[in-house]
């Protein structure tokens, strides 16, 4: 099983910076891709950034401003979030796909972490 822990959030004011960090841990696993999330009070989750062995992908909303970077070595993806803005302010959840390397042919796990609140004031 993996386990992922977010950390970096708080507070801030518009314009700043943030940095969210998420390290996955476990045993016997690789992971193939991880993301970000953020669920504002009484919205939907909605997907953030997203980055796999080759690629990295954002919506609209955060392009230009977010950046999603992972260290391999580490299990470790970022979320570096410049420019912030008060409807940024939300609960941010990473995910990372999985596989189990001690199983053959593993299918693709699905973890999520505990969120990490960021709040922006103007």
């Known amino acids: 099983q993996v386990q992922l822990v977010e950390s970096g959030g708080g507070l801030a004011q518009s314009g700043e910076s943030l940095r969210l960090s998420c390290a996955a841990s476990g045993s016997h696993f690789r992971i193939n891709a991880m993301g970000w999330h953020r669920q504002a009070p009484g919205k939907k989750r909605e997907w953030i950034a997203f980055?796999?062995?080759?690629?990295?992908h954002y919506p609209d909303s955060v392009k230009g401003r977010f950046t999603i970077s992972r260290d391999n070595a580490k299990n470790t993806v970022y979320l570096q979030m410049n420019s912030l803005k008060p409807e940024d302010t939300a609960v941010y959840y990473c995910?990372?796909?999985?596989?189990?390397?001690?199983?053959?042919?593993?299918?693709?796990?699905?973890?999520w972490g505990q969120g990490t609140q960021v709040t922006v004031s103007s």
């Open positions: 995910h990372a796909d999985w596989i189990r390397t001690d199983y053959y042919n593993s299918p693709t796990y699905t973890t």
């Open positions: 980055i796999n062995s080759d690629s990295e």
